[in-house]
């Protein structure tokens, strides 16, 4: 089984950053897709960003150009830097890993980005 561990959520104000990080521990797959989704108050949980190993990244559109996800396979860890934050990015955000067989999700952690 997978286990993952998230951190770096917080408050903080428009215009501003947040680094994000999730480590995967147990029997990680050597071909797996990591990402991060995110849910805010009365919507769907959406896709942010996901990364493959290799290295192939995919983002929202709505993130393009502010967030950049990567990966350090030794430490099984994926990272979420946000830049350029906005009110419309507050959410609980969870970390998500995928191989052939399982579906794994984090616990999820807050992002407000408000003045």
């Known amino acids: 089984q997978v286990q993952l561990v998230e951190s770096g959520g917080g408050l903080v104000q428009p215009g501003g950053s947040l680094r994000l990080s999730c480590a995967a521990s147990g029997s990680i797959s050597r071909f797996n897709v990591m990402g991060w989704y995110r849910q805010a108050p009365g919507k769907q949980r959406e896709a942010v960003a996901t990364?493959?190993?290799?290295?192939?990244?995919n983002y929202a559109d709505s993130v393009k150009g502010r967030f950049t996800i990567s990966r350090d396979n030794a430490k099984n860890t994926v990272y979420l830097q946000m830049n350029s934050l906005k009110p419309e990015d507050t959410a609980v955000y969870y970390c998500?890993?995928?191989?052939?067989?399982?579906?794994?999700w984090g616990q999820g952690t807050q992002v407000t980005v408000s003045s």
């Open positions: 990364i493959s190993r290799p290295s192939i990244s």
């Open positions: 998500n890993y995928r191989d052939r067989d399982n579906v794994i």
